[in-house]
């Protein structure tokens, strides 16, 4: 069993940073993979990035490479994700999620955090 609790949403200026974290409870966190995914109003959960158990691999949606990088602490239970030039189009309740099988599909991941919003003004 594993909680999540995201942190470190907010308001931003299109242009700036913002940096989430994910505190996950439980021991066997770094058995997990883990990822971010988010939803805009009105659409569909959409896949952010994933991070292996260990650290790498890392995967991103490629309307995000380049600007956003997971990365995890293992000792501190938590993963992030640092997000740089922020545009209006990544406004969206972002969301943790652990997965025995990681990847960018939401049905593989069991356990979910209950969100932390995100929004970028132009």
């Known amino acids: 069993q594993v909680q999540l609790v995201e942190s470190g949403g907010g308001l931003v200026q299109a242009g700036g940073s913002l940096s989430l974290s994910c505190a996950a409870s439980?021991?066997?966190?770094?058995?997990?993979?883990m990822g971010w995914f988010r939803q805009a109003p009105g659409k569909e959960r959409e896949f952010v990035a994933a991070?292996?158990?260990?650290?790498?691999?890392?995967d991103y949606a490629d309307s995000v490479k380049g600007r956003f990088t997971i990365s995890r602490d293992n000792a501190k239970n938590t993963v992030y994700l640092q997000m740089n030039s922020l545009t209006p189009e990544d406004t969206a309740v972002y969301y943790c999620?652990?997965?025995?099988?990681?990847?960018?599909?939401?049905?593989?991941?069991?356990?979910w955090g209950q969100g932390t919003q995100v929004t970028v003004s132009s």
């Open positions: 439980g021991r066997t966190f770094n058995s997990y993979a």
């Open positions: 999620a652990a997965s025995r099988l990681g990847g960018r599909y939401a049905s593989n991941y069991g356990y």
């Open positions: 991070i292996n158990w260990s650290g790498a691999p890392t």
